[in-house]
């Protein structure tokens, strides 16, 4: 019994059937029931008073810390997909919550992370190590919703309209919906609506007989004739030309289209995917895009959060993109430092997914370490001004000698590592190092 937990709170914690533990304001273990310590594999006497870190082994201890994470937002973690290691060794998967522990003042005691192992096989078989489906790297509640529907369409045929941010991943989005569906064998013909010039669209798109213009020396079969059975994916669909977008809404209407210079029908059977960065509802009040395209197009609307707005994204996207740029630039770095996945999780990425990709690559590129990615490697409008490889032997010294002082410059400081590093004058990563060697008394 702790001071923590009653013994009516207690009688509840040991009757749940996911595994719970209780940590202090110091990430010590103050309660772990029944369920917890038939995962971990040790007795309660083994883990009481442990700094939690040292017990866990989660994958999330060492890119960011849930209760961490809890602590700087106010705000519960739900549904967390990450591993973590048993006694035996055994790498299991599970699925995480984390909340604070307040008093009945609203003061912080600590926090509770509850967890289970994942579900059975089934529906997240495509799910692999890196929390992917099917290329599109996503643990948070919006993409998971995406990926159900994108199931759910799997047997349909109908046309889907992609909208998002530009970086957000709607071609990975698209890859998706034809990789699942019923045409996955067909063929599958991307066009960027704004990368063609407007004079060559219409042959491009559907075609051109010998002598229909100037070049045309011969025939030949457009994107929507050669996709005939299969797939098309129109990216920035708003860049369409009003006479392109009038003849597109003819092909989704009746299945027909002319090729450039012939009186000849030719019926096709496509499914089209289209995707836009822009508000249609705006183009179409400005008179740039059409009403009726805009209905025609939108039966299965996806939506695609920008990163900002799923933040519990990132730190798997930057563990994805810096194992595919370490294998790239045969390099074999494991993390970045705590001080950087802050940075990371914490900036807004208006570029979305391809700013913060271009971010991994830069920092592999520049790291001459191979322990882990520190600050000074993120690009300059990330990083603070600062030279890691510097130092400082006395404050690392101080230290180690003074653990307790350590900590109750954390405690002052509501747990704010960066702040507190500053205040020592030593790096973030040094108080996460001496951090890592804290090995409390039973």
């Not at 520190?374 to 603070?384: A, E, W």
């Amino acid at each position: 019994m702790t001071a923590f937990i009653d013994k009516y709170s207690k009688t509840i914690l040991e009757g749940m059937p996911e595994a719970v533990y209780v940590i202090d304001k110091e990430f010590k273990i103050q309660f772990v029931n029944n369920a917890a310590l038939k995962i971990i594999g040790k007795g309660a006497k083994d883990l009481i008073g442990k700094v939690c870190r040292n017990i866990c082994k989660s994958d999330r201890c060492e890119i960011g810390c849930p209760i961490t994470e809890v602590l700087r937002t106010n705000r519960n973690i739900l549904d967390l997909q990450t591993t973590f290691q048993k006694e035996n060794g055994d790498l299991i998967n599970i699925i995480l919550n984390a909340s604070l522990l307040k008093d009945i003042d609203d003061k912080t005691l600590g926090g509770i992370i509850s967890f289970k192992e994942s579900p059975p096989k089934g529906f997240n078989d495509h799910l692999n190590g890196e929390n992917s489906f099917y290329g599109i790297v996503g643990i948070s509640k919006q993409m998971k919703s995406i990926f159900q529907l994108i199931k759910e369409i799997s047997t349909s045929y109908a046309t889907v309209l992609i909208s998002g941010e530009t970086g957000v991943g709607k071609e990975l989005i698209a890859n998706a919906i034809q990789i699942t569906s019923q045409r996955s064998k067909e063929n599958f013909v991307k066009v960027n609506c704004a990368a063609l010039p407007s004079t060559l669209l219409s042959s491009e798109l559907f075609g051109h007989v010998k002598g229909a213009f100037t070049d045309a020396k011969k025939d030949r079969v457009g994107r929507f004739e050669y996709a005939d059975g299969g797939t098309i994916f129109l990216d920035e669909i708003t860049e369409l030309p009003l006479e392109m977008q009038a003849q597109l809404l003819r092909v989704l209407q009746e299945g027909t289209f002319e090729r450039l210079g012939d009186s000849k029908t030719i019926r096709t059977d496509i499914r089209i995917i289209a995707a836009t960065n822009k508000d249609l509802t705006s183009e179409i009040k400005k008179g740039s895009f059409r009403k009726d395209l805009f209905y025609r197009l939108n039966v299965l609307p996806i939506e695609v959060p920008p990163l900002r707005e799923r933040r519990e994204d990132i730190i798997h996207l930057v563990q994805h993109f810096l194992k595919k740029y370490c294998k790239k630039y045969s390099k074999n770095i494991p993390s970045f430092d705590d001080e950087s996945i802050e940075i990371l999780t914490n900036y807004d990425w208006p570029g979305n997914i391809r700013e913060l990709e271009n971010a991994v690559e830069y920092s592999v590129i520049r790291s001459k370490r191979d322990d882990y990615l520190c600050v000074c490697c993120l690009p300059s409008n990330l990083r603070v001004e600062k030279d890691c490889g510097q130092t400082n032997s006395v404050s690392e010294k101080m230290l180690d000698e003074k653990t307790e002082t350590l900590l109750a410059l954390l405690r002052q400081n509501n747990w704010n590592k960066t702040k507190v590093a500053k205040i020592l004058g030593v790096n973030r990563s040094t108080i996460h190092r001496q951090l890592n060697k804290i090995d409390p008394p039973h």
